[in-house]
């Protein structure tokens, strides 16, 4: 009696080590974008977006950044007045670029917005630098009404018509050039 309980003592604890590993897994090795904290902040010029994203490329992507392809990211922005009555009326859409390369001759990353260009000696330091947008002036105070109620949502994509064509037919077929986060929305009373 004690030899079976053994056996299935030892069964039982194998498979619960097993289901550790594969719940603890996907944690460890996340893969996407996600938003951790996006808010609109309140100052003298009017208001300030300040987001916190977490970008953690598939080894698809990175390995095409490593081979010099320039990965291109939009974050975006949108402020919505939600209305009862009709539809509902899009005050604010902006987009922002991001072009983020691999320089093999000097081994650094290089992230550029509009004409200027940031370094970085790691890819993990580029990516800390991207998934911050701090002090962002997206609107003026008289943009919106007191009193009424907007949802604002913030995201941020990989831009696949940026890439070159050869990638852009890669990226149709398959689901690792599909990246990006949902829309991260919350709402705002001025």
């Known amino acids: 009696m004690t030899v079976s309980f053994t056996r299935c003592f030892k069964k039982f604890s194998l498979l619960l080590a097993l289901m550790l590993l594969v719940t603890a897994t996907p944690a460890l090795y996340a893969e996407g974008i996600d ?3 996006a808010a609109l902040v309140a100052g003298e010029e009017g208001y300030f977006l300040e987001a916190d994203f ?12 490593n081979k010099g392809v320039p990965l291109f990211f939009l974050f975006e922005f949108e402020l919505i007045r939600p209305r009862w009555y009709w539809l509902n009326e899009k005050v604010l859409g902006t987009q922002q670029q991001y072009r983020l390369a691999y320089n093999a001759l000097t081994r650094q990353y290089r992230i550029g917005v509009g004409t ?11 990516l800390d630098f991207l998934a911050r947008a701090r002090r962002r002036h997206v609107l003026d105070a008289r943009m919106l009404a007191r009193g009424s109620t907007y949802v604002a949502g913030v995201r941020m994509r990989l831009d696949v018509s940026q890439l070159p064509k050869p990638f852009q037919l890669n990226a149709l ?3 690792e050039w599909n990246f990006g ?4 929305r919350w709402s705002v009373t001025p």
């Open 181 to 184: 986060s949902e829309w991260y």
């Open 116 to 126: 200027l260009y940031h370094n970085f000696a790691s890819m993990a330091e580029a």
């Open 54 to 65: 977490e970008i953690a490329l598939n080894p698809t992507l990175e390995e095409a950044l």
């Open 35 to 37: 938003v951790r904290h």
């Open 173 to 175: 077929a398959s689901r």
